[in-house]
């Protein structure tokens, strides 16, 4: 009966799919669950009613949701969210991604660790895609340059430990521009991710040159992703934490290590800034300028 009842929902997607805008998969970000990324699923809907809308969430409820997006280890919740898509009918035939924050890591991790179903085209929120090196909202708060530069040396010096690298999911992102080795050889996750390793995965680079379109949106006043030009894939200028660099200057670009070159020079990769800090979604926005024009 299941059998039967997989195959009926089978049919009537490809029933519908030379019609109806491809699905969307969305990923909230850290501390955060899937009721907290509605805003996200209902400006979709808004835009096309019909759109098959997957909502990421990792356990049983929101509570649960909310610690994994912390506790669980990067590899682990891609995992996790691989199983549930594959198992989706209605993703067979690909989909696009749209992550929020940690969410944008994340979901890209999916595309490139988990390739079928396809991902079609990417959408990252303020996404510490290159990697983070700093305390969120430090400054802001405590008003404190020089403790805030202690704290994150203090991090620095124990987040590539195995145990802390599985701790917390953003140890594993944890990007120091004061010892590239140390991060290159102890990140269990992003260094990998972004073909920052000697050895280089090809079929890494095969997903994301393979994107229709990815797009990139930054806060010009986020404090939370730190430095936030992450959120575009530039980076500090090693051997120092305070000057950035942008995506074009930096080796993953220019030697092309993850297919972000050939998506610039075939048009295909976008990159957006919005004012405000982090999370500051400007939803009528995403629906006019990203939903319209990638995502359906």
Same mark, same amino acid.
């Given at each position: ?36 990324? %509605?805003?996200?699923?209902? +400006?979709?809907?808004?835009? *096309?009613?019909?759109?098959? =809308?997957?909502?990421? @969430?990792?356990?049983? &409820? ?90 994150? %040396?203090?991090?620095?010096? +124990?987040?590539?430990?195995? *145990?802390?690298?599985?701790? =917390?999911?953003?140890? @594993?992102?944890?990007? &120091? ?120």
């Amino acid at each position: 009966m299941l059998f039967k009842f997989s195959v009926v929902i089978y049919v009537i997607y490809i029933s519908r799919s030379c019609d109806a805008a491809l699905p969307v998969v969305t990923w909230h970000g850290i501390n955060n669950n899937a009721a907290g990324n %509605q805003n996200v699923v209902r +400006a979709l809907k808004e835009v *096309d009613p019909e759109m098959y =809308v997957y909502n990421v @969430q990792i356990g049983e &409820d929101g509570d649960i949701d909310k610690l994994n997006s912390i506790m669980m280890t990067a590899i682990n919740q891609i995992d996790y969210v691989c199983r549930k898509i594959q198992s989706d009918p209605l993703l067979a035939g690909g989909y696009n991604g749209v992550g929020v924050s940690q969410g944008g890591l994340m979901i890209r991790g999916l595309a490139q660790r988990c390739p079928s179903p396809p991902m079609r085209s990417l959408v990252t929120y303020g996404a510490p895609s290159n990697g983070i090196f700093g305390v969120p909202d430090c400054i802001e708060t405590v008003d404190n340059y020089e403790l805030c530069e202690f704290v994150r %040396q203090v991090l620095a010096a +124990a987040v590539y430990d195995p *145990d802390m690298q599985d701790l =917390v999911a953003p140890a @594993q992102y944890w990007r &120091d521009p004061l010892n590239h080795t140390n991060f290159v050889e102890g990140s269990k996750f992003l260094s990998e991710l972004n073909n920052m390793k000697e050895e280089k995965n090809s079929a890494y680079k095969d997903v994301i040159s393979n994107l229709e379109n990815f797009i990139m949106i930054m806060w010009e006043a986020d404090s939370t992703i730190i430095p936030r030009e992450s959120s575009h894939f530039g980076y500090y200028v090693l051997g120092q934490d305070n000057l950035t660099e942008p995506l074009e200057e930096t080796p993953l670009y220019k030697e092309d290590w993850l297919g972000l070159r050939a998506l610039d020079e075939s048009g295909r990769l976008h990159k957006y800034s919005l004012p405000g800090g982090h999370m500051n979604m400007q939803l009528s926005w995403f629906k006019e300028t990203i939903v319209k024009q990638f995502l359906l």
